[in-house]
């Protein structure tokens, strides 16, 4: 250790640090609920500023002490470690160990032609290895002889086991697609997550005098036309709804603009951005599951996204969720067929999709037709005329029904050439794969309702989350248990 050459990161590097300490704090964001509550509801106006001030310099000295205490050396076979400002900690992480390793080019880092280079290895708790403010030639070298030394090490078949090259310029493409801008703007519109940020800050906002106090008395002051036209207050609301919906867009561009999909080797590469420009990848053998998705917005428009969920060494990066997801935002029909066959997927087109026992409607049928009845007592009472009352509960008890109906018949799950898929959906459509060999844990379950009914659940665990399949016949249910596991345990492929 001692021959060891250290290396600091350069002073642009104190950005990293400060934004890892906020992201630790949005993390940990519950754990501040007791000091939130108190800044909202105090008196004191010099509060906020004192609790808000006092992070701040914490954060800037924290991010000074954790750069001036991160050394990192590299070798021709390990990258060694060593950070912590009071605790320390030293580590060592050989190349034949890693699993995967990303590029991260932060908006702050790329007028430098910086990145950060993070890396995942067997055994560890999450991202084990993360440098920031490496050279990007010097990042991309990096991560090809990790990745190059890692497959060899495990007998891979790929190029970079039979050559050992580190030119990534240099293997073999098997597919590469670019999503054009008009692509991303439609990803923007299938999914918008500002909605979700405006449902959150709405109960904080509601909890303060902000909106009583000075907003409402400066719309009453400036704008007291609005209260003479409903078609004013319509418009405004609409035109609300739209910049938040481009907001959303915009978001989208953001994070997938120039977005690359590449298949080489049997690694799986997707690199996209507008400001920070992120690689992510995955090798075929750490597949947990593959969620193919179309909401209705995505009916509407002809698209799906897809998202390959891969092993995770630990629950703590299983935990970062979307952050060890492989996603392609928006895929035509054509591209969701070219993907699936490069994952090994079967045909979806001539899956023997299998549809769960009737049975399973007596249940949510139960709670419909309590509902129904209720909306239809209380409107009998409350409304005029009262029949009114009595149709919208009928109404309600159709379009419940209805649904109802439509889940259950959407439902469908299926075993075949070594995956299990689950469909389900109405108005949007989610179907998820698991490679069955990963299975981790197959149970069969009966509550005393499914007794009684002589049915059972089976419930198939794996690393990617647990699935349900409802309301078997009890005998079906516990063949397929002794089946899928005989097929589990006679399989020899790689696991990770």
């Given at each position: ?153 495990n007998h891979s078949t790929d190029s970079e ?287 005393p309702w499914l007794r009684l009914l002589g ?42």
């Amino acid at each position: 250790m001692t021959e060891l050459t250290w290396q600091r990161t350069s002073l642009l590097t104190l950005g990293f640090f400060v934004a890892k300490e906020i992201r630790q704090f949005v993390r940990n964001i519950t754990n501040f609920i007791p000091v939130l509550a108190v800044i909202f509801v105090t008196d004191n106006d010099w509060l906020p500023y004192a609790v808000g001030g006092g992070y701040l310099v914490f954060i800037v000295i924290s991010a000074i002490l954790n750069h001036h205490f991160f050394l990192y050396a590299l070798t021709d076979d390990a990258v060694h470690l060593r950070t912590g400002v009071f605790g320390k900690k030293s580590l060592t992480l050989k190349y034949e160990r890693i699993q995967q390793a990303e590029l991260d080019q932060t908006w702050y880092f790329r007028p430098f032609n910086l990145t950060i280079l993070r890396v995942d290895s067997a055994g560890s708790a999450g991202k084990e290895v993360e440098i920031p403010g490496l050279p990007i030639a010097l990042a991309q070298d990096l991560r090809q002889r990790m990745l190059a030394q890692a497959a060899t090490t495990n007998h891979s078949t790929d190029s970079e086991s039979n050559t050992g090259s580190v030119d990534e310029s240099a293997q073999h493409i098997d597919l590469q697609r670019n999503y054009s801008l008009r692509e991303i703007v439609r990803a923007g519109i299938m999914d918008n997550k500002i909605f979700v940020l405006l449902a959150v800050l709405i109960y904080p906002l509601s909890q303060t005098d902000v909106l009583e106090e000075q907003l409402v008395p400066w719309l009453e002051a400036n704008v007291k036309f609005i209260e003479q036209s409903l078609w004013l207050n319509v418009g405004l609301v609409v035109t609300a709804l739209v910049v938040l919906f481009t907001l959303a867009i915009g978001v989208t561009i953001a994070s997938y603009y120039n977005l690359q999909f590449t298949i080489a080797n049997q690694r799986y590469q997707a690199r996209s951005g507008l400001l920070s420009i992120r690689t992510v990848s995955f090798r075929y053998h750490k597949l947990q599951r593959v969620r193919i998705k179309q909401n209705l917005r995505g009916r509407l428009l002809g698209r799906f996204s897809a998202r390959v969920s891969q092993l995770q060494p630990s629950a703590h990066a299983q935990q970062q969720g979307s952050a060890g997801a492989f996603v392609l935002p928006v895929l035509t029909q054509a591209g969701v067929d070219e993907l699936c066959h490069w994952l090994q997927l079967p045909d979806r087109s001539t899956v023997p999709w299998q549809r769960i026992s009737s049975i399973a409607l007596l249940n949510p049928s139960f709670w419909v037709a309590l509902v129904a009845p209720a909306v239809a007592v209380v409107g009998y009472f409350k409304w005029q005329p009262p029949l009114l009352g009595l149709v919208i509960g009928a109404l309600v008890w159709v379009l419940l029904q209805a649904y109802t109906v439509a889940r259950w018949q959407n439902y469908g799950y299926v075993m075949t050439e070594g995956w299990l898929g689950i469909k389900r959906g109405v108005f949007g459509r989610i179907e998820s794969w698991y490679p069955l060999y990963k299975t981790q844990q197959i149970d069969v379950y009966q509550s005393p309702w499914l007794r009684l009914l002589g049915y059972a659940d089976v419930v198939v665990h794996t690393a990617a989350g647990a699935q349900v399949i409802k309301y078997q016949p009890a005998e079906v249910a516990f063949n397929l248990q002794r089946e899928w596991t005989a097929t589990i345990a006679n399989n020899r492929q790689r696991w990770m």
